[in-house]
């Protein structure tokens, strides 16, 4: 009976020592792999870091650039309407002066003797601001142009606040205004029926 007990006892003995032993292997891995895992979490987050820092820096960068961009274009912006104001100043004076014909006559000729290429139902407002603008300048831009100051002749803009009035209506609105005036023109223009119609 004692022999079966201390048998029991040693074999309880050798299960606990190997449980033992086991658990120290299991605790010594978990050690390796938690130690391991925490390099590894380290380089993560020192690698996340150095991406947010490098995506920060880009976006600081181009947040900066915006600014300048912005102020630029709004410098671009007051210049443009000055120098608009002062060819609507010139263009509002010579439709008004009995020398309306000879001046416009004289732009026309000026501009053809540089190359520039103008059509026969070129407006006045046109002719000034490709006068101004030049030949490099697009049709379309010298179009538009032209509209706003063809937009503030019709809404009786005084010369000197032409800019503020400009700056207020938005170019934008100022020449879609202006289109559908000439689309309006247009149409009435095609109703009317020629006399040796009727």
Known sequence: MS????????????????KSTAIAVVKRNQIVLKQDYEAKLAEFNERQGEIEKTIRN???RLAKTQKGMMKLNEAYRQFLYKLLQE????YK?????????DFFAELR????????????????AALIIRFVCGADVATKTVHDYSRV?????????????FAEWLQQQTMTKVIQ???E??????????RVIPPFLT
């Open 177 to 179: 205004n202006q289109r």
């Open 149 to 161: 100051l063809m937009g503030a002749e019709y809404s009786n803009v005084k010369s000197d606040g």
């Open 109 to 124: 000729y000026e501009l053809k003797s540089k190359d520039i290429k103008i059509q026969s139902n070129t407006t006045d």
């Open 58 to 60: 880009w976006g600081q």
């Open 3 to 18: 022999t079966a007990k201390a048998k029991t006892s040693k074999q309880v003995k050798r299960k606990k020592t190997a």
């Open 93 to 101: 004076e010579a439709r008004s002066s009995e020398l309306a014909d």
């Open 181 to 190: 005036i000439e689309n309006q023109t247009e149409t009435r223009t095609d």
């Open 87 to 90: 060819a609507y100043a010139v």
